[in-house]
C-alpha cells in the first residue's frame, strides 16, 4: 500500500466516512499516524499532548506493550467463539471484575461499550424488579443507543425524540450553578430531597432504577458533595429501587479509585462500564451485577444477548490493562499527580479573568469558562473555537464543551503522565484562555 499524505488521508475519511456529533462538512480531524504513551503523532510528525486520552478511555498511554502483547498473543491463539462457549480470558476476566467490584457486585455480562453496557443494564433491572421506569439526572450522558440515550440528559437526547419510554429525569447536584439557588452556607441538599419528591409523583411502585455517572463526565464534570451518594442509596433501599452506577467514563483510576462510587463508600447494585477497562485498545463493555440480581437468573431467562458477549480479544485486553494499572500504580498517580493538577487549576483560575471554576478529582479535571463571575455567563462558542484553535496549533488535543450545558476545557490525560507532561500542556493551555480573557474582558 502506497503512503498518503495528510491531506489524502483526511479526504477519504471525509468523503466516505461519518463523525460523530458534528455537522460533516465543518470537521477537521487530525490524520493521526501513531501515538506513544501522552503523546500522538500526525501523518507530517506534528507531535499532540494527549489531554483527554482521545475519550477519557486511553487511561494506560498509548501502545503500552504488555497490552498490545496480550492482544497479538490472544489473537494467534482464538479471536472469537460463539459468546455460548466459555474461554479463559472471559472466566478470569469475570474473577477479576468480581474483585475489584465495591460489595457484593460478583456476575458480569459483557458488551462491546459504555451505551450497550447502560441499555443491558435497563433490561437487567426492569426484569429483577417488574417495574419499568428509570430516573436519571438532566446533565447526564449514557450513550447514543435507543435505551442510554432516553436516559441522557443534555441535548444529544432532544435531537431524537421520542426516544424508550420510562425515562425520568431529575436535577444535579452542581454546587456552582445550584439549579435551587443554593448558597454554600445554607445549603440544606435539595438536591437531594428532590430526587425523592420526583419518586412520589412518578409512583415508586413503578421505578425499576436510578443510574447516575460516579462523576458526571462530559456534561461539566460535576463531583457531588459527600453525603449525595449516600443519601441516594438511602433512598433506594427506602423503595426498593436498584442503584445503578455508570462508570464508563469515570471508572478504572479516572478518580484514584477503580470506581468513582468507591469514593463515597456506597455499594450499587449494578456497575456498568467500558472505556478504561481495555484503555480503548479493543471495544469492551460491562454490566456487574449484585449477587441477588446474579442469582435471580440461576432459574428465570435472561433475555439479553449479543454475537459479541465475552469476545476473547477484548477479555485477554481487559486482563492486561487491569495489570497494568495495579504493577504501575496507576491509581496512586492519579492521586498524587491529581492533587498537583488541582493545585494548578486554582492558580490557573486566579491569573484569568475567564475562568469561573475549576474543578477535579484524581486527573478528571475541567476549566469553566464565563462572560462574568458574578453572572457565570456562557462562553459563546466561536469564542470556545478560538480557544480551541490556540490548543491545536500549539500542540495540545483536548475535549471542549461549548453549548447550552456550559462552557469548558476538559484536562484528563493518561494516568501515566508526569509532573512535567502536566506542566507542558498547561502552560499551552494558558496560552488559550488568553484569548478567552480579551473577549469576556
Given at each position: 500500500m502506497s503512503k498518503l499524505t495528510s491531506q489524502e488521508v483526511v479526504r477519504l475519511n471525509r468523503e466516505y466516512t461519518f463523525f460523530s456529533w458534528s455537522v460533516q462538512g465543518q470537521v477537521n480531524p487530525i490524520p493521526v499516524e501513531r501515538a506513544e504513551g501522552v503523546y500522538f503523532w500526525d501523518a507530517d510528525g506534528k507531535r499532540y499532548l494527549d489531554f483527554s486520552s482521545q475519550l477519557m478511555n486511553t487511561n494506560v498511554g498509548h501502545q503500552h506493550p504488555k497490552v498490545v502483547k496480550a492482544i497479538q498473543e490472544q489473537a494467534a491463539k482464538l479471536c472469537f467463539v460463539h459468546p455460548g462457549n466459555a474461554t479463559v480470558?472471559?472466566?478470569?476476566?469475570?474473577?477479576?471484575?468480581?474483585?475489584?467490584?465495591?460489595?457484593?457486585?460478583?456476575?458480569t455480562f459483557f458488551a462491546l461499550g459504555g451505551a450497550e453496557a447502560n441499555e443491558n443494564a435497563i433490561k437487567i433491572a426492569?426484569?429483577?424488579t417488574g417495574r419499568h421506569k428509570i430516573l436519571a439526572r438532566y446533565r447526564s450522558y449514557h450513550g447514543a443507543t435507543h435505551g442510554a440515550i432516553a436516559l441522557t440528559g443534555d441535548y444529544r437526547r432532544l435531537a431524537v425524540e421520542p426516544t424508550m419510554p420510562g425515562g425520568v429525569h431529575f436535577l444535579d447536584p452542581f454546587c456552582y450553578r445550584c439549579p435551587f439557588g443554593a448558597e454554600e452556607k445554607s445549603c440544606k441538599r435539595q438536591c437531594i430531597s428532590h430526587v425523592e419528591e420526583v419518586?412520589?409523583?412518578?409512583?415508586p411502585d413503578k421505578i425499576a432504577a436510578i443510574i447516575m455517572e460516579g462523576v458526571v463526565g462530559s456534561n461539566g464534570l460535576i463531583i457531588p458533595p459527600d453525603d449525595y451518594w449516600p443519601r441516594i442509596r438511602e433512598i433506594c433501599n427506602k423503595y426498593g429501587i436498584l442503584l445503578i452506577s455508570d462508570e464508563v467514563m469515570s471508572?478504572?483510576?479516572?478518580?484514584?479509585?477503580w470506581f468513582a462510587v468507591d469514593h463515597w463508600g456506597v455499594t450499587p447494585d449494578m456497575i456498568t462500564t467500558a472505556k478504561?477497562?481495555?484503555s480503548g485498545y479493543v471495544p469492551l463493555g460491562a454490566v456487574i451485577v449484585s449477587e441477588p440480581i446474579a442469582k435471580f437468573f440461576d432459574d428465570k431467562y435472561l433475555c439479553a444477548g449479543l454475537t459479541y458477549n465475552g469476545h476473547a480479544l477484548a477479555c485477554a485486553a481487559a486482563l492486561a490493562t487491569i495489570e497494568v494499572y495495579e504493577e504501575e500504580h496507576l491509581m496512586e498517580n492519579s492521586i498524587t499527580q491529581g492533587k498537583y493538577l488541582g493545585r494548578a487549576l486554582e492558580d490557573i483560575k486566579t491569573r484569568h479573568s475567564s475562568v469561573g471554576d475549576v474543578r477535579c478529582i484524581g486527573l478528571f479535571s475541567t476549566i469553566e469558562l464565563v462572560t462574568n463571575r458574578v453572572q457565570k455567563g456562557i462562553v459563546a462558542p466561536p469564542v470556545m473555537a478560538e480557544v480551541g484553535k490556540v490548543l491545536r496549533q500549539n500542540g495540545l488535543f483536548t475535549f471542549i464543551m461549548a453549548n447550552n450545558m456550559g462552557s469548558m476545557v476538559f484536562i484528563v490525560p493518561p494516568l501515566c503522565i508526569t509532573r512535567e507532561q502536566l506542566d507542558e500542556g498547561l502552560a499551552i493551555i494558558e496560552k488559550a484562555l488568553?484569548?478567552?480573557?480579551?473577549a469576556v474582558a
Open positions: 480470558p472471559r472466566g478470569l476476566l469475570g474473577k477479576k471484575l468480581a474483585e475489584i467490584s465495591p460489595g457484593n457486585l460478583k456476575k426492569r426484569f429483577y419518586i412520589t409523583y412518578e409512583g471508572g478504572w483510576g479516572r478518580t484514584g479509585k478504561g477497562i481495555t488568553e484569548v478567552a480573557d480579551k
